[in-house]
């Protein structure tokens, strides 16, 4: 009986460890999203592939995006985020509040590139944005960009 119960122990610590043996599959496309972290993630891969056309269609018509240099509409984001080259990029540190049909998503940015020839802030950023399901898919309906962080 002894070994019985080593041996079920062996094998429930093989299966747990086996929950980690496969990463997260990466999203790819806007169909892949599955919470506020892969909409952010996916955001940010259209943004550096220039992907225009596919982000629009993620922005609400009434979106808008606030920073320390002011606030933006839809079309005067997407005029910003032209200006933005994106060398490299990594997010983490992620927040997400489901309410309703609504995503909070909290997260840090560190990028490195440039924004209307300035270079990006070495630092992470901290960003926030919100995400509505409608009918069509998540749609962004609010960004903001709050600083550098103190990390």
């Known amino acids: 009986m002894r070994k019985f119960w080593l041996f079920a122990i062996v094998i429930g610590a093989c299966l747990l460890q086996?929950?980690?043996v496969w990463g997260d599959r990466p999203?790819?496309?806007w169909s892949d999203v599955t919470g506020g972290e892969?909409?952010?993630r996916n955001f940010w891969r259209e943004v550096k592939a220039k992907n225009w056309t596919e982000l629009e269609r993620h922005l609400a018509g009434n979106f808008v995006s606030a920073s320390t240099r002011g606030t933006r509409d839809r079309a005067a984001t997407v005029e910003y985020l032209k200006q933005l080259q994106l060398d490299e990029y990594s997010?983490?540190?992620f927040q997400v509040e489901l309410n309703g049909q609504a995503l909070v998503v909290n997260y840090s940015l560190t990028a490195t590139g440039t924004i209307e020839g300035?270079?990006?802030p070495a630092g992470p950023v901290r960003?926030?944005?919100v995400w509505q399901q409608q009918k069509s898919?998540?749609?962004a309906i609010a960004h903001s960009t709050i600083g550098t962080s103190a990390n």
């Open 118 to 120: 300035r270079p990006l």
């Open 27 to 29: 999203v790819k496309t």
């Open 137 to 139: 898919g998540w749609t």
């Open 18 to 20: 086996a929950c980690t």
């Open 91 to 93: 997010l983490g540190d």
């Open 38 to 40: 892969s909409l952010e």
């Open 127 to 129: 960003m926030m944005s």
